[in-house]
């Protein structure tokens, strides 16, 4: 595993963890500002790792189709990456 791969799933292991701590909140009914707090913590976290394997796929899976003669695997990897882009700035 890269070390690229080790700080996403290190993300993601932490933004588990703080799910679990808001979903306790919620059943104390904690104040709301505090558990608000602890959700964006847990959204920053899934934003890190999320542009972590978007570099991560970039610099491997998608450098190696473009650099292929295969259009139509070009073509299908600029429609994943437009994709993916999209939902994640909705």
Do not use: P, W
Not at 7 to 17: D, P, R, S, V
Not at 27 to 44: H, P, R, S
Not at 56 to 84: D, P, Q, S
């Amino acid at each position: 595993m890269t070390i690229q791969k080790q700080k996403t799933l290190i993300n993601f292991k932490k933004a588990q963890g703080l799910l679990s701590k808001i979903i306790k909140m919620t059943e104390e009914n904690k104040y709301c500002i505090d558990v608000m707090q602890q959700n964006l913590a847990v959204i920053g976290l899934l934003k890190s790792a999320h542009q972590m394997l978007m570099e991560g796929h970039l610099n491997t899976c998608f450098k190696k189709a473009m650099g292929t003669k295969n259009e139509k695997r070009k073509e299908e990897m600029i429609k994943e990456i437009l994709k993916v882009t999209k939902l994640a700035n909705k």
